[in-house]
């Protein structure tokens, strides 16, 4: 199996620009996770889908976030407008299978935004 | 809400052992989970606990303790590539997973 494959690995933008992160997780998988990563507030759950129903955004910061999951395939995380305070690396993972309790994650995208 | 406790740094030399403590609140809870993540990389699953006592894989051994709200991660014959950081986990409720700020391991010569 490839692993939870997310693309782009590293994106540079100016503020303002949108940005669209993507992730295609495990094949089987029902569970799908955004998480954001930075020295500051740790490792945060942004949101989780189940079979490709959003359960639980409450952790998306604001409106300028959004996420879908328009088949268990694929899944997109989209900042709109971008600002500095987004730089971060976000991490998608999957979950489900025979391994219920473990999270598989990719290797992230690491966003700077300028 | 929930909140995890873990130390934010801990040091030890190759060989030993040691020991990550995670101390939790949280408002339902399925289970702990343990996860490694290297500097540049992503977070890999070490271990779960959903009931109590100790759960071994390997070099590495994880505890529950629901009563007291307590875990920890211990961590045997340490190696050079065990230098990381380690993460509890809690599942409060469903589907969804909770990280605690994580504890930087440095294993020295």
């Known amino acids: 199996d490839a692993g939870v494959i997310q693309s782009p690995r590293h994106e540079v933008t100016e503020m303002g620009q949108e940005v669209t992160l993507r992730c295609k997780p495990i094949?089987?998988?029902?569970?799908l996770f955004w998480y954001r990563q930075t020295m500051m507030r740790g490792l945060e759950l942004l949101i989780y889908f189940n079979n490709n129903v959003p359960i639980d955004d409450s952790g998306m910061p604001e409106d300028r976030f959004s996420a879908k999951m328009p088949n268990a395939s694929f899944s997109t995380l989209k900042i709109q407008p971008s600002e500095p305070r987004d730089s971060a690396v976000y991490f998608c993972?999957?979950?489900?299978?025979?391994?219920?309790?473990?999270?598989?994650f990719g290797p992230g995208t690491r966003l700077l935004v300028l | 809400g929930q909140s995890l406790e873990q130390p934010s740094e801990v040091t030890a030399v190759e060989g030993a052992i040691v020991q990550i403590n995670c101390t939790y609140q949280t408002s339902g809870f399925y289970g702990l989970s343990w996860y490694q993540q290297h500097d540049g990389g992503a977070p890999t699953f070490l271990s779960y606990n959903a009931l109590d006592g100790l759960e071994e894989t390997g070099r590495f051994s994880s505890f529950l303790s629901r009563s007291d709200s307590y875990g920890y991660l211990l961590l045997q014959e340490l190696q050079m590539k065990d230098s990381a950081s380690y993460f509890c986990?809690?599942?409060?409720?469903?589907?969804?997973?909770?990280f605690g700020a994580g504890t930087r391991l440095t294993v020295k010569p």
């Open positions: 094949s089987g998988h029902n569970s």
């Open positions: 986990a809690v599942r409060p409720r469903g589907n969804d997973m909770r």
């Open positions: 993972a999957s979950r489900g299978g025979t391994g219920r309790e473990t999270q598989y």
